[in-house]
């Protein structure tokens, strides 16, 4: 369950992280001072039209003002929080299945982060690998990639204590809500990733390390020209094989009938899954699988949710 739905059942918005905002001058306030106005009689600095708003800066000041940019969009928003973007200093660009957002937080959900983050929340940086039985203390673990406000994460996790569920997402007000849902029901099975899923997948995993992964409700994507975007692709589902023990399952859902049909596609025809269901089709929504606040929205629309559930050889 991604968060914020651009389309029904869907995820984040999902273009490129940008290094900067549009129009934004990289050496802005680089000296840590106001721009003061001329004296008058002085002569004008300004930019003649179409000049670069730089010309002139010297080359060591616009790189501390890219430096201090830099570190700022790395910061936490809140004191031992999650970091706004853990792996981009040193990670490639690449396109995106989503996009990070830094919304309102809530008051609860800030207490959330700032208490709870150092104890059952990381960053993905891709710099380590994660030893999962210390993580979770020995219990089988599985991978939920986008949670949204993580109330459906919070149930299944609650229905099975016995199973831990490491959660990622990008989403800062639902990172502080499934953790405030982990501490008010007591859950210690919880543990919520903030960065991209596939470096967590790629980099900081070992093989046959995970006893399933949840995909529920991803971005659809539907322009054509974005569905290169989408999540399920061949090529995740090669790292997804690597990373999957024998017999764990690969468990999606969506609301979305073409990206259904692709999500069909191409689990059938990759060799080291194998359908669940007899029929070699869609499977019913098993009971585990908490109904959540998108599905719910979907289905008042009269969008049919599909459930596939295919296990790795």
Known sequence: MNPSPTTPGGAAPGAEPTADAPGADPTADAAGTEPTAAAPGAESTATAPGASATAGIPDELRAAALDRQRRLRQAPRFPGGPAADPAGSHHERRIRSFQPRR???????????ERLWPKWGLDIDGLRVLDLPELFDGLPVVLE??????EATAQMAADDPGTGILAVD???????????????????NIRVANGDAI??????????SLDGLRVYFPDPWPKSRHHKRRLIQPE??????????PGAVLHCATDWEPYAEQMLEVLTAHPRFENTAADGGYAPRPEFRPLTRFEGQGLDKGHVVHDLLFARH
């Open 145 to 150: 990639i986008g949670f949204g406000m993580g």
């Open 103 to 113: 919304s309102r937080v809530s008051p609860g959900q800030q207490d959330a982060l």
């Open 199 to 208: 470096i967590l997948l790629r980099e900081m995993l070992t093989p046959d």
């Open 236 to 245: 995740f589902l090669d790292l997804v094989a690597q990373r999957l023990k």
């Open 170 to 188: 990008v989403h800062t007000p639902g990172q502080g809500n499934l953790l405030r849902l982990a501490d008010r029901n007591g859950m210690s």
